[in-house]
């Protein structure tokens, strides 16, 4: 009954790749977000999801697309990598944009 | 922009003895402010969190202090264990946008 997963949970691909990173969450929560935590544990927002619109969308370059097809789902497509993507993905959900937040276990990708 | 400090970034204490984090930010409309524990290869997990209408909040031997004045606030962990080790994470919830500011992280260390 885990409420927040995410797959894959290890991710190893060539540079230029196009790959997808899934979320699914089974709190009933309103919001989603995607998180990016690098090397040094730093934890930064990307995006947010409410209800399916986008209402948070950081300096996050246009080759990382966000997709919510209902609000239980939120998807991250990236396109051509880059080994500066190398990075853990959180994906999180809270119940409102001002409520708490619960991770899931993290999607670990490398760029080579 | 939003910023929140965190010190220190590595914590070693004795199995038994308490151990203190502190935060400090800078929105002075943030509030509510959450407390993550992330263990190894794992999302955060939130620990306690406190909202600004309250100085103080204690669940067993957790506590967490907020100063809203000075704007910091602190986690305090007594009795430590060695399953208390971790990277823990402060966090403020911005106003306006209501997104969630990070801090560095603190790796505590719990020595048996």
């Known amino acids: 009954d885990t409420a927040v997963s995410q797959t894959p949970k290890y991710l190893v691909t060539q540079m230029g790749n196009d790959k997808s990173i899934k979320c699914e969450q089974n709190?009933?929560?309103?919001?989603m977000y995607w998180y990016k935590q690098d090397s040094k544990k730093f934890l930064k927002i990307m995006f947010s999801y409410n209800n399916k619109e986008l209402i948070i969308n950081e300096t996050v370059p246009n080759r990382f697309s966000p997709k919510s097809p209902d609000k239980a789902h939120l998807n991250l497509h990236i396109n051509s990598l880059e080994l500066g993507d190398s990075a853990v993905y959180f994906c999180?959900?809270?119940?409102?944009?001002?409520?708490?937040?619960?991770f899931g276990p993290g999607t670990r990708l490398t760029v080579l | 922009g939003e910023n929140v400090e965190q010190h220190p970034s590595t914590l070693s204490v004795q199995e038994g003895d308490s151990a203190v984090i502190k935060c400090t930010y800078s929105d002075s409309a943030s509030n509510y402010f959450p407390w993550y524990k992330q263990e190894l290869g794992k999302g955060p997990q939130l620990i306690i969190d406190i909202r600004s209408n309250v100085g103080e909040k204690k669940d067993q031997r957790i506590a967490v202090t907020l100063n809203k004045t000075a704007k910091h606030f602190s986690l305090h962990i007594t009795e430590t264990q060695p399953e208390d080790s971790a990277v823990y994470f402060c966090?403020?919830?911005?106003?306006?946008?209501?997104?969630?500011?990070f801090g560095t992280g603190t790796r505590l260390k719990v020595l048996a």
């Open positions: 999180a959900s809270a119940p409102g944009s001002t409520d708490t937040q619960y």
């Open positions: 709190l009933g929560h309103d919001t």
């Open positions: 966090a403020a919830l911005t106003s306006g946008t209501y997104k969630y500011i």
